[in-house]
């Protein structure tokens, strides 16, 4: 159980285009799912926290209005990343926070690769 | 700031060896620490969570140790295998609920 799914895997767009990236609880409900962003040989680094409901709380330095997230039910989130540019490029990686657990609370997704030329 | 390191950033052993990857973190007051597996270009694979109460959480070969008061933890890796070829990443939480704090990882190969 607590599997997590991201859609899609990877991804190639033009530069100025949007791209939407879907996290998905499979078979648990999250009320609070967390976005995150890997560049090639770095860290993951926390970009914004996503409640059900409400709007999303966002890291210092992460536009919210370039990296739009929605949490419109207790199984899905989407980040859309708008007006993409090359230096978007990146692995985006969500997880997702079973509501109601205890000690292992975060379940990650398998990650999408985003390449903008 | 919470700051996360991870030493060393890459490591190469042969096969059958016990090695030791090292994490420290600079803001003692932390909830829990986790150690994940990460496959080239996959996502992650949870490995060890240790409570801020505890000192140690062992699965199978490995065993991770917390020195909380020190900012310290170790991930060791008992008979290393070319299957654990993989990068390891120490991530910390300050609350219950919060997202994770990630170090940069440790990149390990072992040879056959």
């Known amino acids: 159980g607590a599997v997590v799914s991201q859609h899609p895997s990877w991804v190639i767009c033009k530069s100025g285009t949007s791209v939407k990236i879907e996290c998905r609880s499979l078979d648990f409900q999250a009320t609070t799912m967390f976005w995150y962003r890997q560049f090639p040989k770095q860290s993951l680094m926390l970009m914004a926290t996503s409640n059900e409901g409400s709007k999303a709380t966002y890291e210092q330095g992460v536009e919210k209005d370039k990296f739009l997230i929605n949490h419109a039910s207790l199984t899905l989130s989407t980040l859309t990343v708008t007006s993409a540019h090359p230096e978007d490029s990146s692995f985006y990686i969500c997880?997702?926070?079973?509501?109601?657990?205890?000690?292992?609370?975060?379940?990650f997704g398998p990650g999408t690769r985003l390449t903008v030329t | 700031k919470q700051e996360v390191t991870q030493i060393p950033a890459a490591l190469s052993v042969p096969e059958g060896e016990n090695l030791v990857l090292n994490c420290s973190f600079t803001?003692?007051?932390?909830?829990?620490l986790q150690w994940f597996r990460q496959d080239p270009g996959k996502g992650l694979t949870s490995l060890l969570l240790?409570?801020?109460?505890?000192r140690e959480q062992t699965s199978g070969r490995l065993n991770a140790s917390l020195d909380k008061s020190s900012g310290r933890s170790t991930l060791y890796i008992a008979a290393s295998q070319p299957g654990d070829s993989a990068t390891y990443l120490c991530?910390?939480?300050?609350?219950?609920?919060?997202?994770?704090?990630f170090g940069k990882g440790t990149t390990l190969s072992v040879s056959s």
């Open positions: 991530a910390v939480r300050h609350q219950a609920g919060t997202a994770l704090i």
């Open positions: 803001d003692s007051a932390i909830y829990n």
């Open positions: 997880s997702a926070r079973p509501s109601g657990r205890g000690v292992y609370e975060q379940y």
């Open positions: 240790i409570q801020s109460s505890q």
